[in-house]
Protein backbone atom coordinates (compact mmCIF):
# COMPACT_ATOMS: atom_id res chain seq x y z
CA UNK A 1 0.00 0.00 0.00
CA UNK A 2 2.57 2.85 -1.34
CA UNK A 3 -0.06 5.08 -1.63
CA UNK A 4 -1.69 5.69 1.68
CA UNK A 5 -0.88 8.00 3.30
CA UNK A 6 0.82 8.16 6.72
CA UNK A 7 -0.94 10.64 9.26
CA UNK A 8 0.90 11.90 12.43
CA UNK A 9 -0.45 11.38 15.66
CA UNK A 10 -1.35 14.87 15.60
CA UNK A 11 -3.04 14.90 12.71
CA UNK A 12 -4.95 11.50 13.45
CA UNK A 13 -6.12 13.59 16.14
CA UNK A 14 -7.63 16.31 13.95
CA UNK A 15 -9.04 14.02 11.77
CA UNK A 16 -10.85 12.27 14.70
CA UNK A 17 -11.92 15.69 15.51
CA UNK A 18 -13.45 16.02 12.65
CA UNK A 19 -15.33 13.02 12.48
CA UNK A 20 -16.34 13.39 16.26
CA UNK A 21 -17.80 16.70 14.54
CA UNK A 22 -19.85 15.04 12.12
CA UNK A 23 -21.19 12.33 14.18
CA UNK A 24 -22.84 15.27 16.64
CA UNK A 25 -24.59 16.10 14.09
CA UNK A 26 -25.90 13.47 12.68
CA UNK A 27 -27.16 12.60 16.44
CA UNK A 28 -29.79 14.88 16.31
CA UNK A 29 -31.45 14.15 19.79
CA UNK A 30 -27.55 14.08 21.47
CA UNK A 31 -28.07 10.88 23.53
CA UNK A 32 -25.10 9.81 22.03
CA UNK A 33 -25.71 7.14 19.43
CA UNK A 34 -27.11 6.91 15.64
CA UNK A 35 -30.14 4.97 15.60
CA UNK A 36 -32.55 4.35 12.64
CA UNK A 37 -34.07 7.31 11.98
CA UNK A 38 -30.56 9.82 12.59
CA UNK A 39 -28.91 6.78 10.33
CA UNK A 40 -31.49 7.56 7.82
CA UNK A 41 -30.87 11.51 7.16
CA UNK A 42 -27.20 10.35 6.90
CA UNK A 43 -27.71 7.68 4.03
CA UNK A 44 -29.85 10.05 1.92
CA UNK A 45 -26.65 12.75 2.39
CA UNK A 46 -24.60 10.09 1.25
CA UNK A 47 -26.82 9.02 -1.60
CA UNK A 48 -29.61 10.34 -3.62
CA UNK A 49 -30.65 7.03 -4.72
CA UNK A 50 -31.06 5.92 -1.01
CA UNK A 51 -34.44 7.70 -1.38
CA UNK A 52 -36.07 4.97 -3.02
CA UNK A 53 -34.83 2.39 -0.28
CA UNK A 54 -33.92 4.18 2.60
CA UNK A 55 -35.05 1.09 5.12
CA UNK A 56 -32.44 -1.11 2.98
CA UNK A 57 -29.71 1.47 2.99
CA UNK A 58 -29.74 2.26 6.62
CA UNK A 59 -29.37 -1.63 7.28
CA UNK A 60 -26.22 -1.70 5.36
CA UNK A 61 -25.09 1.37 6.92
CA UNK A 62 -25.94 -0.44 10.43
CA UNK A 63 -24.62 -3.68 9.23
CA UNK A 64 -21.28 -1.96 8.20
CA UNK A 65 -20.74 0.23 11.44
CA UNK A 66 -22.63 -1.10 14.31
CA UNK A 67 -19.74 -3.40 15.78
CA UNK A 68 -21.29 -4.48 18.85
CA UNK A 69 -25.11 -5.12 17.42
CA UNK A 70 -27.21 -3.05 19.67
CA UNK A 71 -28.88 -1.49 16.44
CA UNK A 72 -27.66 1.64 16.82
CA UNK A 73 -24.27 3.41 16.32
CA UNK A 74 -21.66 5.30 18.82
CA UNK A 75 -18.90 7.22 18.73
CA UNK A 76 -16.01 4.85 18.31
CA UNK A 77 -17.94 2.73 16.01
CA UNK A 78 -18.66 5.47 14.20
CA UNK A 79 -15.16 6.74 14.17
CA UNK A 80 -13.29 3.28 13.91
CA UNK A 81 -15.09 2.54 10.56
CA UNK A 82 -15.10 6.29 8.91
CA UNK A 83 -11.36 6.58 9.55
CA UNK A 84 -10.88 3.48 7.82
CA UNK A 85 -12.50 4.47 4.86
CA UNK A 86 -10.89 8.51 4.79
CA UNK A 87 -7.13 7.08 5.67
CA UNK A 88 -6.64 6.04 2.08
CA UNK A 89 -7.60 9.77 1.21
CA UNK A 90 -4.90 12.33 1.47
CA UNK A 91 -5.29 15.44 4.42
CA UNK A 92 -7.32 18.01 2.18
CA UNK A 93 -9.99 15.53 0.72
CA UNK A 94 -10.46 14.05 4.25
CA UNK A 95 -11.35 17.55 5.43
CA UNK A 96 -13.38 18.56 2.54
CA UNK A 97 -15.11 15.01 2.54
CA UNK A 98 -15.97 15.98 6.35
CA UNK A 99 -17.17 19.50 5.57
CA UNK A 100 -19.27 18.15 2.62
CA UNK A 101 -20.71 15.53 4.79
CA UNK A 102 -21.55 18.41 7.96
CA UNK A 103 -22.86 21.08 5.29
CA UNK A 104 -24.79 18.22 3.55
CA UNK A 105 -26.52 17.20 7.37
CA UNK A 106 -27.12 20.80 7.83
CA UNK A 107 -29.16 21.48 4.55
CA UNK A 108 -30.69 18.21 5.41
CA UNK A 109 -31.71 18.89 9.44
CA UNK A 110 -33.03 21.98 7.98
CA UNK A 111 -35.08 20.94 5.02
CA UNK A 112 -36.62 18.25 7.38
CA UNK A 113 -37.53 21.32 10.18
CA UNK A 114 -39.29 23.27 7.23
CA UNK A 115 -41.31 20.22 5.87
CA UNK A 116 -42.79 19.78 9.08
CA1 LIG B 1 -29.21 9.96 18.67
CA1 LIG C 1 -23.45 -0.37 18.23
Redesign the pocket.
Do not use: A, M, Q, T
Given at each position: MSTKPTYSRAEIKQREELLTKCFQACDFNNDG?LDPPELEIVARCFNAQANANVDQEVKVIISK??????????LR?WNAVLFDLFRFMNAAAFDKHCDELLQLIKTKANSDAHAE
Open positions: FLDKNGDGRVDE
